[in-house]
């Protein structure tokens, strides 16, 4: 009964501190209904988008690393694509993002690795914030190596061989004990924070949470898949399954997606979120159910991604 | 008053056992190192020379499927690439430009370190 009791004391604890609101997170109308707790917890909070202020004349302006064109970054090109990849469900779907100097594809970001002096393409992730990019866990730490501090190269609307946004590197990598712990899958989410603040140019992705099911909500994909030699492509498609913990979809993605936000579109004044709105992080191709998937964005996860800005 | 300080002290315990996910980062502490599998090999064309920037890519053939994180691993200069994945039994396929070659399977368990060869036509 004791232990009951605590157990109570201890969640009524964790959800106050959860519950407050973090600076700039906008709350769904059902948020302000004090006293009704169903629609509390089954609401929408989120934070909207951000277009940002487009490409600027001088990207070191913003803490930002000039980078030439014709940059040589490890990677290749399918003319096609169709070379068998599993997490590309039936025919291969992407559409090429070209140019790659407006929201939201500035706010995608290459993430490179260099690993014995060769720089080669690693990870996608998306701005979430002036300095910070969220990702997949495994795009910032490994269970065998640790963390991949030193080695990460961040490229935000990278497009081919231009960089209109030059490039940063990282101040600090983050993730959750979940996974660099514990090696869940479903807590396989992470990001950097940036020594530039090139997300004031690019703009930054939004982001919601709700525990209702998001079972039919459309979700795109944008990223840089590691067949396309560093170029942005995307493809929509919609949640096949909701866990609470994970989401399920058969977005054509390929090696290098992970990290990509799985967003969707709301109209402008949505509550919680408008604009391109985050609903998990991609990070796995097909599994045992028949769907790539990625951890998907709870409340807890949106309060501590939000204090890492 | 002291039952309920003990009672609160045993359900902050109870949470943390049960795992959550408190952010970490590299500058922190660095967590336990967690035994994964490594597969690893050199990808080559049909002349036995290494190829660089070949896509490298696995599936789990387990059932249920292990999730295969969907990292870009592209094979180096001297042709070799690494991956660190959950144990378990996988087939490994290497894809450059319009090329994919044969798929290789192999068995990777915890803490091994399995060499896969891989060719492109």
Request: neutral net charge; proline residues 5%.
């Amino acid at each position: 009964m004791a232990f009951a009791g605590a157990l109570l004391a201890t969640v009524g604890l964790v959800s106050t501190a959860s519950a407050s609101t973090p600076e700039g997170v906008e709350l769904g109308s059902s948020d302000t209904e004090a006293g009704v707790t169903a629609a509390r917890h089954s609401g929408l909070r989120g934070v909207s988008a951000y277009e940002g202020t487009g490409v600027p004349a001088d990207v070191t302006a913003y803490g930002a690393q000039r980078v030439p064109a014709g940059h040589r970054i490890r990677g290749y090109a399918t003319p096609t694509g169709d070379v068998g990849i599993q997490s590309i469900i039936g025919a291969d779907n992407r559409v090429r993002v070209n140019p790659t100097t407006s929201f939201p594809a500035g706010a995608t970001v290459l993430i490179t690795r260099t690993v014995d002096g060769v720089e080669r393409q690693h990870c996608t992730g998306w701005m979430f914030g002036a300095s910070l990019v969220l990702t997949a866990g495994h795009c910032v730490y490994n269970q065998t190596s640790g963390w991949y501090t030193g080695q990460l190269k961040f490229y935000p609307g990278a497009n081919g061989t231009t960089y209109p946004y030059g490039s940063c590197t990282a101040a600090t990598l983050r993730s959750n004990t979940g996974w660099t712990t514990d090696g869940s899958a479903d807590a396989d989410y992470g990001g950097a924070t940036l020594n530039c603040s090139v997300g004031n140019t690019t703009g930054w992705y939004g982001a919601y949470w709700t525990t209702a099911s998001l079972n039919g909500t459309s979700t795109t994909i944008q990223g840089y898949p590691g067949d396309k030699a560093q170029q942005q492509w995307t493809h929509t498609d919609q949640v096949r399954e909701s866990g609470s913990l994970r989401l399920y979809y058969d977005n054509d993605t390929v090696g290098g997606n992970s990290g990509s936000s799985v967003h969707t579109v709301r109209a402008s004044g949505s509550s919680g979120c408008s604009g391109r709105c985050s609903l998990a992080f991609h990070a796995y191709g097909v599994g045992s159910n028949g769907h790539n998937s990625g951890p998907r964005i709870t409340e807890s996860r949106f309060n501590l991604v939000i204090g890492w800005r | 008053m002291r039952r309920a300080h003990l009672a609160l002290l045993i359900g902050v315990l109870a949470l943390g056992a049960c795992g959550g996910e408190s952010p970490t980062s590299d500058a922190g502490t660095p967590p336990p190192v967690t035994a994964q599998a490594t597969v690893t090999g050199v990808v080559t064309d049909s002349a036995g020379r290494p190829v660089t920037g070949a896509l490298v890519q696995p599936k789990s053939l387990d059932d249920p499927a292990h999730p295969v994180p969907e990292l870009a691993v592209l094979s180096g200069p001297d042709g070799r690439y690494a991956w660190h994945l959950a144990a378990g039994r996988y087939e490994f396929t290497a894809t450059k430009d319009d090329r994919a070659g044969t798929p290789a399977e192999v068995t990777a368990a915890v803490g091994g370190v399995e060499q896969l060869d891989l060719r492109l036509p």
